[in-house]
Nanobody, 123 residues
Framework: QMQLVESGGGLVQAGDSLRLSCAAS????????IGWFRQAPGKEREFVAR????????YYADSVKGRFTISRDSTKNAVYLQMNSLQPEDTAVYYC????????????????WGQGTQVTVSS
């Protein structure tokens, strides 16, 4: 059972940056597709970005394209989400999730989830 741990959330002002981290102890972590999702109060959990396993192909939601960058460091068993030019509408709990085979944007494609980290952006 893979366990994912997110960190790096916090309270920032509009225009600031944050880097979220997703770490796992599972040695096969690097072979999983990793996605970032977010859930704002009263809203559905939505896809933010994903990164493939070996080649590391990336894909972003339109709402974050050009502002967020997903990357992975296989030597540290970690995936990162660099978030720049943050806006109040980016306020949410951010989750990382792992998928063994499917490069998807639907939360149903992901088998393992972290507990989430809160990101709050003030105007």
């Amino acid at each position: 059972q893979m366990q994912l741990v997110e960190s790096g959330g916090g309270l920032v002002q509009a225009g600031d940056s944050l880097r979220l981290s997703c770490a796992a102890s599972e040695r096969t972590f690097s072979s999983y597709i990793i996605g970032w999702f977010r859930q704002a109060p009263g809203k559905e959990r939505e896809f933010v970005a994903r990164i493939g396993a070996s080649v590391g192909l990336t894909y972003y939601a339109d709402s974050v394209k050009g502002r967020f960058t997903i990357s992975r460091d296989s030597t540290k068993n970690a995936v990162y989400l660099q978030m720049n030019s943050l806006q109040p509408e980016d306020t949410a709990v951010y989750y990382c999730a792992a998928s063994r085979f499917i490069h998807g944007t639907d939360r149903a494609h992901y088998n393992y989830w972290g507990q989430g980290t809160q990101v709050t952006v003030s105007s």
